[in-house]
Nanobody
Framework: QVQLVESGGGLVQAGGSLRLSCAAS????????MNWYRQAPGNQRELVAT????????YADSVKGRFTSSRDNAKSTLYYLQMNSLKPEDTARYYC????????????????WGQGTQVTVSS
Protein backbone atom coordinates (compact mmCIF):
# COMPACT_ATOMS: atom_id res chain seq x y z
CA GLN A 1 0.00 0.00 0.00
CA VAL A 2 3.10 2.19 0.11
CA GLN A 3 5.62 2.14 -2.70
CA LEU A 4 9.11 3.60 -2.84
CA VAL A 5 10.89 4.06 -6.15
CA GLU A 6 14.54 5.07 -6.35
CA SER A 7 16.17 6.62 -9.38
CA GLY A 8 19.32 8.47 -10.32
CA GLY A 9 21.94 5.77 -10.04
CA GLY A 10 24.55 5.17 -12.69
CA LEU A 11 28.21 5.03 -13.55
CA VAL A 12 30.42 7.95 -12.56
CA GLN A 13 34.14 8.59 -12.29
CA ALA A 14 35.79 9.07 -8.94
CA GLY A 15 35.33 12.64 -7.76
CA GLY A 16 32.03 12.97 -9.56
CA SER A 17 28.52 13.48 -8.27
CA LEU A 18 25.15 11.81 -8.47
CA ARG A 19 21.77 12.66 -7.02
CA LEU A 20 19.49 9.81 -6.05
CA SER A 21 15.76 10.30 -5.70
CA CYS A 22 13.22 8.33 -3.73
CA ALA A 23 9.57 8.86 -4.56
CA ALA A 24 7.06 7.55 -2.07
CA SER A 25 3.44 6.95 -2.98
CA UNK A 26 0.34 5.18 -1.73
CA UNK A 27 -1.48 5.26 1.56
CA UNK A 28 0.80 7.73 3.30
CA UNK A 29 -0.40 9.80 6.21
CA UNK A 30 3.13 10.94 6.98
CA UNK A 31 6.75 9.91 6.65
CA UNK A 32 8.56 9.93 9.96
CA UNK A 33 12.00 9.02 8.73
CA MET A 34 13.63 8.41 5.39
CA ASN A 35 16.75 6.31 5.47
CA TRP A 36 19.26 5.59 2.74
CA TYR A 37 21.11 2.28 2.84
CA ARG A 38 23.65 0.73 0.55
CA GLN A 39 24.88 -2.76 -0.03
CA ALA A 40 27.93 -3.84 -1.96
CA PRO A 41 28.41 -7.44 -3.08
CA GLY A 42 29.57 -9.59 -0.18
CA ASN A 43 28.86 -6.83 2.36
CA GLN A 44 26.07 -6.24 4.81
CA ARG A 45 23.56 -3.50 4.17
CA GLU A 46 24.89 -0.25 5.60
CA LEU A 47 22.92 2.77 6.82
CA VAL A 48 24.28 5.78 4.98
CA ALA A 49 21.97 8.68 5.79
CA THR A 50 18.80 9.52 7.67
CA UNK A 51 16.43 12.47 7.58
CA UNK A 52 13.54 12.89 9.97
CA UNK A 53 10.23 14.62 9.41
CA UNK A 54 11.69 17.54 11.30
CA UNK A 55 14.60 17.76 8.90
CA UNK A 56 17.23 16.36 11.24
CA UNK A 57 19.90 14.49 9.33
CA UNK A 58 22.54 11.96 10.30
CA TYR A 59 25.25 10.36 8.24
CA ALA A 60 27.63 7.47 8.39
CA ASP A 61 31.18 8.60 9.06
CA SER A 62 32.23 7.25 5.69
CA VAL A 63 30.02 9.73 3.82
CA LYS A 64 29.90 12.68 6.19
CA GLY A 65 30.74 15.91 4.40
CA ARG A 66 30.17 14.34 0.98
CA PHE A 67 26.55 13.16 1.02
CA THR A 68 23.48 15.25 1.78
CA SER A 69 19.99 13.93 2.44
CA SER A 70 17.05 16.23 1.82
CA ARG A 71 13.36 16.41 1.13
CA ASP A 72 11.78 18.22 -1.77
CA ASN A 73 10.35 21.53 -0.61
CA ALA A 74 7.28 21.27 -2.82
CA LYS A 75 6.57 17.56 -2.59
CA SER A 76 6.86 16.06 0.86
CA THR A 77 7.01 12.49 -0.44
CA LEU A 78 10.09 13.06 -2.62
CA TYR A 79 13.53 12.68 -1.10
CA TYR A 80 17.04 13.09 -2.39
CA LEU A 81 20.52 11.86 -1.61
CA GLN A 82 23.10 14.19 -3.10
CA MET A 83 26.43 12.39 -3.39
CA ASN A 84 29.56 14.42 -4.10
CA SER A 85 33.23 13.54 -4.27
CA LEU A 86 32.34 9.95 -4.98
CA LYS A 87 34.90 7.24 -4.35
CA PRO A 88 35.18 3.72 -5.75
CA GLU A 89 34.29 2.39 -2.30
CA ASP A 90 30.89 4.10 -2.63
CA THR A 91 30.02 1.56 -5.31
CA ALA A 92 26.91 -0.31 -4.13
CA ARG A 93 23.22 -0.71 -4.62
CA TYR A 94 21.44 2.11 -2.82
CA TYR A 95 18.05 1.68 -1.20
CA CYS A 96 15.62 4.08 0.40
CA UNK A 97 13.70 2.93 3.43
CA UNK A 98 10.83 4.91 4.90
CA UNK A 99 9.16 4.71 8.28
CA UNK A 100 5.63 5.64 7.34
CA UNK A 101 2.45 6.37 9.18
CA UNK A 102 0.04 4.47 6.97
CA UNK A 103 -3.29 6.07 6.18
CA UNK A 104 -5.95 3.52 6.96
CA UNK A 105 -9.05 3.30 9.14
CA UNK A 106 -6.61 3.10 12.02
CA UNK A 107 -3.30 4.85 11.60
CA UNK A 108 -0.30 2.63 12.13
CA UNK A 109 3.42 2.75 11.54
CA UNK A 110 5.34 0.49 9.22
CA UNK A 111 8.52 0.58 7.19
CA UNK A 112 8.92 0.11 3.46
CA TRP A 113 11.78 -0.43 1.04
CA GLY A 114 12.45 0.54 -2.51
CA GLN A 115 13.95 -1.78 -5.09
CA GLY A 116 17.30 -0.02 -5.09
CA THR A 117 19.40 1.77 -7.67
CA GLN A 118 22.95 0.85 -8.63
CA VAL A 119 25.78 3.32 -8.16
CA THR A 120 29.14 2.44 -9.68
CA VAL A 121 32.17 4.67 -9.20
CA SER A 122 35.16 4.00 -11.42
CA SER A 123 38.71 4.88 -10.41
Amino acid sequence: QVQLVESGGGLVQAGGSLRLSCAASGAIFGIKTMNWYRQAPGNQRELVATITSGGVTNYADSVKGRFTSSRDNAKSTLYYLQMNSLKPEDTARYYCNAVVVVASATLYEDDFWGQGTQVTVSS
